[in-house]
């Protein structure tokens, strides 16, 4: 498949103005996959003119026809799974079962879901006073930027543009600088089902050039963010500049607790799901697993059992279940919270370092990892964001929900038990956006996404993400009140 490597502005795709160029690297044996354009300062502003010249006759368009051109680019991911799929396995060292079976299909059912969606935002009618109309109409921010990470490149495009677009803004967005092919091919697939120029504009370029631009750009007016907590509190900084709408959705500490009446190989599949799945790099990773010490033996041998068993391996196999880190400066990051994790006295029980097999050497694996950790340790606070999960235990309820809650994140959780009733209860106790009972990291189109806390604000999916991309515009209308004068002469 070529791949596009230009920016996408105002419907075409165009050479950066300084002319910078930045590799994209192959996480699976470090060689180069594409030199692609490096978007600066000037080419984000270019973008921004091109979606405010495209937001009136965007936002005039009639909510139904916005829906249809989604509807037709959920179509084409999906014609395109295949092609898409080892598009995002070969940049981001995703598995291609898992880029086949979940990145391509949600990002097709995501970006449907807001389709339908866009003619079922209504406004509302007040019961005021007699005398008096008031409607609230629920009108588009104008152009949005959005800034996206590497952890779920193509996902991530139908999460930020899908209730965007819906809602009739235009959208300024950039890719992360490590993984921006399979959303350049998204611009090429919306041009093919014929979105107006300017409607989409992607510009992928460095976090602190390009990103820091539209963080700060007086043209936009709501920015979206999903990355790092540090960061986001740099987009916050950069945004009060023309006091911007901002979303954020930040990192994670996923806590995920076993009960002792827990179904115990239920919880053991469903808890390496948690952690493993993209080698990690998740915010709603499960990444400290907390054990009733009654199960916690029995659990540990059977986990480390399954975690060792996992099969580590070329993303575009079919038989690989766990790829390399997306980049190598990542890889290393995880890899050093080991020694992080021994300083303060953990235990690592698997894993813990590249695999030694020749074939993988030159990519960024990481072996799965378990360590022994307290509360307290950097491991288990921090979030590390690779194949990396902490291993606590407890004595009773009181006391894991005050670990599961003793960080500062709080974005999501899981829970493992068959009491029905316990289960609703800690789900009430979790202070965080997200709970699974019995399962975890579901996500759905219609179901709210984001945290509290240092996890961000604000919420994507479902009418909640609507709603964070509109405004809501009250108008009042006289329409038989016999007003009192004002200033009687
Ligand atoms: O994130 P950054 P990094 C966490 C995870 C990871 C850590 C560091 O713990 O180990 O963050 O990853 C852009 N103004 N998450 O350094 O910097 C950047 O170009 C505006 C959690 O990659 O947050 C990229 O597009 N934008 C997470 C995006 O921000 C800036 C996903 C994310 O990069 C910028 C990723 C700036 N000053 C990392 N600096 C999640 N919530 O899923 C960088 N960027």
């Not at 000037?42 to 139904?64: C, I, K």
Request: proline fraction near 6%.
């Amino acid at each position: 498949m070529t791949v596009e490597t230009r920016l996408f502005i105002g419907g075409e795709f165009v050479d950066a103005a300084a002319g910078g160029r930045i590799a994209v690297v192959n996480p699976h044996d470090g060689s180069e996959l594409a030199s692609i354009a490096e978007a600066r300062a000037e080419d984000v502003d270019r973008a921004v003119e091109a979606a405010a010249a495209a937001f009136p006759g965007w936002s005039a368009t009639p909510a139904m026809e916005r829906g249809r051109l989604l509807l037709k680019l959920a179509d084409a991911i999906e014609a395109d799974t295949d092609g898409l799929a080892r598009l995002e396995s070969t940049d981001t060292g995703h598995p291609l079962r898992d880029s086949r079976a979940l990145d391509v299909p949600r990002t097709a059912v995501t970006f449907r879901y807001f389709g339908g969606m866009a003619d079922k935002v209504q406004g509302s009618v007040v019961p005021v006073e007699k005398g008096f109309l008031n409607y609230v109409m629920r009108e588009p921010v104008g152009v949005v930027g959005q800034i996206v990470p590497w952890n779920f490149p193509l996902m991530f495009t139908s999460w930020k543009m899908g209730p965007a677009l819906a809602a009739g803004n235009t959208v300024v967005l950039k890719p992360s600088e490590l993984t921006p092919l399979s959303t350049l091919r998204v611009a090429e697939l919306m041009r093919k089902v014929g979105f107006p120029p300017g409607v989409v504009n992607i510009v992928p370029g460095y976090g602190d050039k390009a990103g820091q631009r539209i963080a700060e750009h007086p043209g936009i007016h709501k920015v979206a963010f999903t990355g790092s907590t540090a960061t986001g509190r740099k987009v916050v900084r950069a945004s009060a500049g023309n006091l911007k709408r901002v979303q954020l959705e930040l990192g994670g500490k996923g806590a995920n607790i076993v009960f002792d009446d827990a179904n115990i190989p239920a919880a053991v599949g469903g808890s390496a799901f948690a952690i493993f799945h993209n080698q990690g790099q998740a915010c709603i990773a499960g990444s400290r697993l907390l054990l009733h010490d009654k199960i916690a033996d029995e659990f540990l041998d059977r986990f480390l059992k399954l975690t060792r068993s996992i099969k580590l391996g070329d993303p575009l196999d079919a038989a690989t279940e766990m790829g390399p880190l997306t980049s190598a400066m990542h890889r290393d990051r995880v890899v050093a919270f080991c020694k992080v994790a021994r300083d303060e006295g953990g235990e690592v029980l698997t894993g813990g370092r590249p695999p030694e097999r020749g074939d993988l050497a030159r990519g960024f694996y990481v072996e799965p990892t378990v360590v022994r950790a307290k509360p307290a340790d950097r491991v288990s606070q921090e979030e590390v964001f690779g194949p990396f999960v902490t291993v606590t235990t407890f004595r009773d309820e009181d006391e894991a929900v005050a670990l599961a809650n003793g960080t500062v994140y709080g974005l999501g959780g899981g829970l493992w038990t068959e009491n029905l009733a316990r289960a609703h209860r800690v789900a009430r106790a979790f202070v965080s956006g997200m709970v699974w009972i019995n399962s975890y990291k579901r996500v759905n189109p219609g179901s709210p996404f984001g945290g509290v806390r240092g996890s961000g604000y604000g919420r994507e999916m479902g009418f909640e993400a609507m709603h964070d991309y509109t405004e809501a515009k009250s108008v009042w209308v006289n329409v038989d009140a016999k007003l009192p004068p004002f200033y009687p002469r």
